[in-house]
Nanobody, 120 residues
Framework: QVHLVETGGGSVQAGASLRLSCVASGRFVSMAWFRQASGKEREFVAAIGWNAILIYYADSVKERFTISRDNAKNTAYLQMNNLKSEDTAVYYC????????????????WGQGTQVTVSS
């Protein structure tokens, strides 16, 4: 079976940066990041296609977060800059064998999540 493993979460002050990594056990056309804050539904953060041409961001993170990938390593990254308290959530890596999507329902492979906590 396939596996996705996220790393890089932590507790930081507002304005700080973190870089999340997601290592997949196999190849996926698209990889994405979602997040879920306590008491809220899981929401889309960013997605990236195989050649990093199609890239989508949630409006709430655009200009602050950057998604990238290294296909040789089966790894996706999420560089998070200027973190805000509202970014606090468990961040999940997701993948699918089709093009990138903003919809949680279109991803069939998920990691276990990594906690990001931002204090203001």
């Amino acid at each position: 079976q396939v596996h996705l493993v996220e790393t890089g979460g932590g507790s930081v002050q507002a304005g700080a940066s973190l870089r999340l990594s997601c290592v997949a056990s196999g190849r996926f056309v698209s990889m994405a990041w979602f997040r879920q804050a306590s008491g809220k539904e899981r929401e889309f953060v960013a997605a990236i296609g195989w050649n990093a041409i199609l890239i989508y961001y949630a409006d709430s993170v655009k200009e602050r977060f950057t998604i990238s990938r290294d296909n040789a390593k089966n790894t996706a990254y999420l560089q998070m800059n200027n973190l805000k308290s509202e970014d606090t959530a468990v961040y999940y890596c997701a993948a699918r064998r089709w093009g990138p999507s903003r919809s949680i329902n279109e991803y069939d492979s998920w990691g276990q999540g990594t906690q990001v906590t931002v204090s203001s």
